[in-house]
């Protein structure tokens, strides 16, 4: 059985640091790539950074690049994403997800929600102002 378990989340004061963790069971973590999403109250769910497992390319977006992190321990079949400089506008329930995806995603497709096969059940993140 697959399995994606997050962890790591809180609330925190703005400019805090956070690291989250997604334990995956089940699969082999080659080959795949990692999603962390996440999903404010009254927002759409949105793409926050991913990673290919095969060849550690990693991507972001644009609102967190050079504040959050992602980062694969293969061994443990674990993926961080370790967040500092945090925002109120950070507060989100954050997922992971994960995908078999050879070759890896590019810097555009990792957003793409749908071609994640499996889910974690989020971790709330709440920064203060």
């Known amino acids: 059985e697959v399995q994606l378990v997050e962890s790591g989340g809180g609330l925190v004061q703005a400019g805090g640091s956070l690291r989250l963790s997604c334990a995956a069971s089940?699969?082999?973590?080659?080959?795949?790539?990692i999603g962390w999403f996440r999903q404010a109250p009254g927002k759409e769910r949105e793409g926050v950074s991913g990673?290919?497992?095969?060849?550690?390319?990693?991507y972001y977006a644009d609102s967190v690049k050079g504040r959050f992190t992602i980062s694969s321990d293969n061994a443990k079949n674990t993926v961080y994403l370790q967040m500092n400089s945090l925002k109120p506008e950070d507060t989100a329930v954050y997922y992971c997800?994960?995908?078999?995806?050879?070759?890896?995603?590019?810097?555009?497709?990792?957003?793409?929600?749908?071609?994640?096969?499996?889910w974690g059940q989020g971790t709330q993140v709440t920064v203060s102002s």
């Open positions: 997800a994960a995908t078999l995806w050879v070759g890896g995603p590019d810097g555009i497709t990792w957003r793409n929600q749908v071609a994640y096969d499996y």
């Open positions: 089940g699969f082999t973590f080659d080959d795949y790539a």
């Open positions: 990673i290919s497992t095969s060849d550690g390319s990693t």
